[in-house]
């Protein structure tokens, strides 16, 4: 088996196990859902973080924006590599990462715009004493989360270095994932998100990586090949990650 068959029997596998998970233990509203979602509410039903600077700006704004500064930087290299020589090897590599982590973003928007599912703060009525839930498909696009894809997108990187640099295709693996998680998390603390919102973002952006990795196997091993030999000296090109 060579190992873009074995690579894709096992991520075919991994995403039809997790997909498999998500529906059966965290159904949009279900009852991991709001048990994980309740700590952050008022007794009322509401929820008194949802405008705290921390979430609703440093979160929501500031590190977003970070994230998009540094999705700037891959592309303002990606077009300086057709005007500088040095540039010109990484050409694919970074085209291939900026290009393919908007895709993901893009893809999560698109789903969202068309959702039915409404936000957590869209879904409670006050009672007399205590709250309801009222689980409407109303004033939706709110599923899966947006905000969370633009962490999640990092995790392009793991395909980007699988074959050429393991240590940094883990590094954009882990990092990409906490990030998502971490403004997933604290989007639902606002009551933005259900915590399956950012998980079904994270099965959605390594679906649409898996699926454009299957694309340009070829070419990223292919590319992969120089830098292999390079960094071990002429030796056999590095192990690929699974």
Known sequence: MTDQ????????????????VLWVFFPVGGALDLSLIEPWMSEAGEFPLR???????????????VLIAAYVVILLQWLASFKFAPLKPRRFELGYFFWVAMLCTAV????KSQSAHACPWSMT?????GFLWVLKNENGHCFPGGHAS???????GYFVYRLSNPKRAYFFLFSGFILGF???WAQMMRGAHFLSHNLWTAWVV????????GIFYK?????AQPVSRLSSGGAEPHTPLP
């Open 182 to 184: 971490a403004m997933g």
């Open 219 to 223: 070419r990223i091993a292919l590319q």
């Open 108 to 111: 999560v928007g698109i789903l």
């Open 150 to 156: 633009t962490g999640f997108a990092f995790m392009t």
């Open 206 to 213: 390594w679906l649409v990586n898996v699926l454009i990795y």
């Open 51 to 65: 405008y705290d600077w921390a979430l609703a700006v440093l979160n929501h704004s500031w590190v977003k924006n």
């Open 125 to 129: 009525a006050a009672l007399p004493h």
């Open 5 to 20: 068959q074995r690579f894709t029997f096992i991520q075919a596998s991994l995403l039809l196990c997790c997909s498999a």
